[in-house]
Nanobody, 126 residues
């Protein structure tokens, strides 16, 4: 059973930075696609970034490219999302997700992930 717990959310002014972390209980012998997703009230959940455990390959949604960086610490089983140059439209609940498979697809589809954390709120406002 994979367990995920996010941390690091909070309130920040536009242009500021936050780093989210996701502590994961993963089988070290398995391969995973790990991802960050976000959702605001009344909108569908959207993919932000994914990373494949074995080679660190990444995908990002266009609106965060150049501002967000997804990374992993495989020894500690922690997934990170460094968010810089934050904008008000980045305000959302951010979720960590994992799925045991041998690839990450480039469409950032949430339905492909079987394990989810409870989320951490990020608010960008002046």
């Amino acid at each position: 059973q994979v367990r995920l717990m996010e941390s690091g959310g909070g309130s920040v002014q536009p242009g500021g930075s936050l780093r989210l972390a996701c502590a994961a209980s993963l089988n070290p012998a398995s391969s995973y696609c790990m991802g960050w997703f976000r959702q605001t009230a009344g909108k569908e959940r959207e993919g932000v970034a994914t990373i494949y455990s074995d080679d660190g390959s990444t995908y990002y949604r266009d609106s965060v490219k150049g501002r967000f960086t997804v990374s992993q610490d495989r020894l500690k089983n922690i997934l990170y999302l460094q968010m810089d140059s934050l904008k008000p439209e980045d305000t959302a609940m951010y979720f960590c997700a994992a799925d045991p498979r041998t690839y990450c697809s480039d469409d950032l589809a949430d339905w492909e992930f079987n394990y989810w954390g409870r989320g951490t709120q990020v608010t960008v406002s002046s």
